[in-house]
């Protein structure tokens, strides 16, 4: 029985022999003759679903923002990276650098050691250490690389700490209201390995530096660079300062705050991808 019918009467049927026919026992009402009302109210239909739809999608994406799951498993995935990951994956023998030198210049890195991974004590100046320490340290990962002169060095590092979300973002706030990142106590110190073109690259070595706290991971990410050939410097000059246009001091005329930032950055957006972090700085 139909709904609504009675018994014994003629089911409806839709019929696809004929295209645009409606076969209820009525008569044929092709699909051309529908009127103007019918065509706007099923358009406003149709619009109206995909906008549900769509804000649907929206909010299931906003939920995984800052602090939503997936942002909170990149953060746990970074944090682990020192361990899962080969070394030759997380400092490559050679580096790219497209544009990261003097005028967009494209540079090369050449990677000439690599510290055993270790802990921090003994790895930063005593007061860095005490800046540091509030997040704690897991582990601490340095590579030295060379460019394609070898007449610089600079020392990657990635700081692994035991910080939570919340103990990274107190940090980096800190940084970045007391410009911790550009203090000239506050350098870290290069890795100077025996034998290669870093073997000179000690504390008065140091030219130029990076250095970055995460937020959406527990990491913190420098690099310092210098001259292969072991001269000292008086007055180490930040990263930023020595890209400057117009920058006139020793540091910024060699390309060195390149030299930093330029690997600096490139290791940070690594992991950052390996993590799987929608959130990349851009640089």
């Known amino acids: 029985m139909a709904p609504g019918g009675v018994p014994g009467g003629r089911p409806t049927v839709i019929s696809f022999g004929e295209p645009g026919r409606y076969d209820g026992g009525g008569p044929s009402r092709p699909f051309a003759r529908r009127t103007r009302a019918q065509v706007v109210a099923a358009a406003v239909c149709l619009v109206l679903g995909a906008g549900l739809i769509g804000g649907a999608v929206t909010g299931a994406w906003l939920a995984d923002g800052p602090e939503g799951p997936g942002t909170r498993h990149a953060f746990t995935v970074a944090g682990d990276l020192w361990h899962d990951v080969p070394v030759d994956q997380l400092f490559p023998p050679t580096v790219q650098g497209g544009g990261a030198g003097p005028g967009e210049a494209d540079r090369v890195w050449t990677r000439i050691a690599v510290a ?10 005593a007061l860095l250490t005490r800046v540091l320490t509030p997040v704690g340290c897991e582990r601490l990962l340095r590579a030295t690389y060379t460019d394609a002169t070898r007449s610089h ?18 940090l980096a706030g ?26 000179g690259f000690g504390r008065e070595q140091r030219a130029s530096w990076a250095i970055s706290v995460l937020t959406d991971a527990p990491v913190v990410v420098y690099a310092v660079s210098g001259w292969s050939d072991g001269r000292t410097v008086d ?3 930040p990263a930023e300062d020595a890209m400057r246009a117009g920058a006139t001091t020793a540091p910024a005329q060699a ?18 991808k390996r993590a799987g972090s929608a959130t990349e700085r851009p640089s």
């Open 235 to 237: 007055e180490p000059q």
């Open 174 to 199: 800190r940084f970045d209201r007391e410009r911790l990142d550009r203090r000239g106590d506050l350098v870290p110190l290069p890795y100077a390995a025996k034998g290669t073109a870093a073997e």
């Open 255 to 272: 390309g060195l705050g390149h030299e930093a930032r330029g690997l600096a950055d490139r290791f940070e957006r690594a992991l950052r």
């Open 116 to 125: 055993p991974d270790s802990g921090c004590k003994g790895a930063f100046d």
């Open 153 to 170: 060095v600079t020392t990657v590092g990635l700081l692994f700490t035991e910080a939570d979300a919340a103990g990274m973002k107190a």
